[in-house]
């Protein structure tokens, strides 16, 4: 049973998520430069058999970015069952066996995916973890923006100049991020999980009931 406050687990989860979209975000822009490097070399070296191996190994790489991230998600108590693995034997052969496989293929786009997913939702979680405590205390730092009788900022374009009620709106939006991000950042890892479930667990995933995404994939009978 975890004793530890509700609040403190609520503190240490949001920062888990973060640590979830930050880590992603810098996995997702290395596979994306990666995964299309290897891709595109091998698509321009087809003509000369070159680009066979060459896309095999772009596949292979892609399932390795896959698996890790769904150990992240795992880290975040999101577990996704990995695809049923394929034996496509050693050698030159095996390799371009690869080639065959219909789930390395949705592995690597998944990494097209991710990337553009990962850029929106890194913003996002950003936005609220840090506007949030940026908000509370702008009455504090804010001392030290230039001076300006508070003919600026988000009160002023709403009607309300001064120094009091930039500071007031500020305090309250920044309240409103904190409150939110908890559900906020983890609704954005669950964005993520959903698309892994779809890209990077098995065949026709079954849905386990104790959490709306732990994916195991189908048993053979």
Known sequence: MNNQPVL????????GDFG???????????????GVTA???GVGTLVIAVGLPVLAVCLMLAGEFG???RMLL?????VI????????????????RRLTDGQAWRALVHILVNFVVSIISFVIGTVWFVAAP??????????WLPANGGHDGLAYLLGYPGHFADTLVNTVLGFLLLITAPW????????????ALALLSGPQPAIAPQTPFTAYAPSAR
Do not use: C, D, Q
């Open 81 to 96: 069952e990995p695809p049923v693995t394929r034996r496509f034997g050693p050698g030159f052969g095996g390799l371009l």
């Open 74 to 78: 795992a880290g975040r108590g999101i």
């Open 67 to 69: 698996r890790f991230v």
């Open 8 to 15: 403190a687990r609520l503190i240490t989860r949001t920062a």
């Open 20 to 34: 979830f979209l930050f880590v992603n975000f810098i996995i997702a822009v290395a596979a994306f430069v990666i």
């Open 39 to 41: 891709f595109s070399a």
């Open 184 to 195: 906020v950042l983890r609704g954005l890892v669950r964005m993520h999980a959903g698309i």
């Open 134 to 143: 940026g908000g509370l205390l702008y009455g504090w730092w804010s001392r």
